[in-house]
């Protein structure tokens, strides 16, 4: 029996959702339908559900260092410059990350086929696709959904009888906010009081330690799929640079028995 392997991607869905409520009301549904699958087939996952109204790449996620005791709340920035208005439909993202990876992915493309047709589809884009679709991804996407998130959630589960995940999507959450928190008040007492810079380095790698040891274990999981699909970028690059070079010479050529023919 061959085993089966960890992997990481998103399922996209460009549903356009009324309001906040009924797109987190959607997210939590896909979650427990996620927990009911893995618990069915023997699966194990960690799986994000990122609500967002924001366009990319005009946002960013923070704690909000109010100074006040208890649990930080975070705070929605949006870029200041970012021209025009940041906001766009509701929607959801999901990242998924599981074993197994593409037979997890399957059911949860084909569960939101099936429940959510009644949600309007984003019709802004003629390149997105009606239906929800698979793509394989690594880590970094989580850096995109988190910082232009309204409510970030996460289902973990483990019914394969397998060992635990070492770190999952909640703790790369965990850490990516802790360390943007503790780097914006390290940058911080900096300016006002500048360190060595020896001081300022032993610091940063302090804090940037155990943000670090999640990454990379996460980076790992995807390693193989990386270097396939730099390979294959690489040599999509050289052969449009060949047939670049290619189409170059013909048309020296042509002009040149253009120019032999006419004078």
Request: hydrophobic share 25%; charged share 35%.
């Amino acid at each position: 029996m061959v085993k089966s392997k960890m992997g990481m991607g998103t399922v996209e869905a460009h549903k356009k959702f009324e309001s906040f409520a009924e797109a987190r009301r959607y997210a939590k549904n896909l979650r427990h339908a996620v927990n009911y699958i893995c618990k069915n087939k023997g699966y194990q996952a960690s799986v994000m559900t990122v609500v967002s109204n924001m366009k990319k790449g005009t946002s960013d996620l923070r704690y909000n260092s109010s100074g006040k005791r208890g649990r930080p709340k975070n705070e929605l920035v949006a870029n200041p410059l970012y021209k025009g208005n940041c906001t766009t439909d509701w929607h959801i993202h999901i990242l998924v990350f599981s074993n197994p990876s593409y037979a997890l992915r399957n059911l949860i493309k084909d569960y939101i086929d099936k429940n959510w047709g009644n949600i309007p589809s984003d019709k802004s884009d003629s390149t997105r696709k009606e239906k929800a679709y698979k793509e394989t991804t690594n880590i970094k996407i989580a850096d995109y959904f988190i910082d232009q998130s309204s409510e970030v959630r996460f289902v973990n589960c483990n019914y394969s009888g397998e060992k635990d995940f070492d770190y999952t999507l909640r703790d790369y959450y965990r850490e990516y906010m802790k360390l943007k928190s503790s780097k914006h008040k390290l940058n911080e007492r900096h300016r006002l009081n500048p360190m060595r810079e020896e001081k300022y380095e032993h610091q940063l790698k302090r804090i940037e330690t155990p943000f670090k040891q999640v990454e990379e274990y996460l980076y790992s999981i995807t390693e193989e799929q990386d270097k396939k699909d730099q390979r294959e970028y690489m040599k999509k690059v050289r052969l449009s640079k060949i047939s670049q070079n290619y189409n170059k010479m013909q048309n020296i050529s042509i002009r040149h028995r253009f120019e032999e023919a006419y004078y």
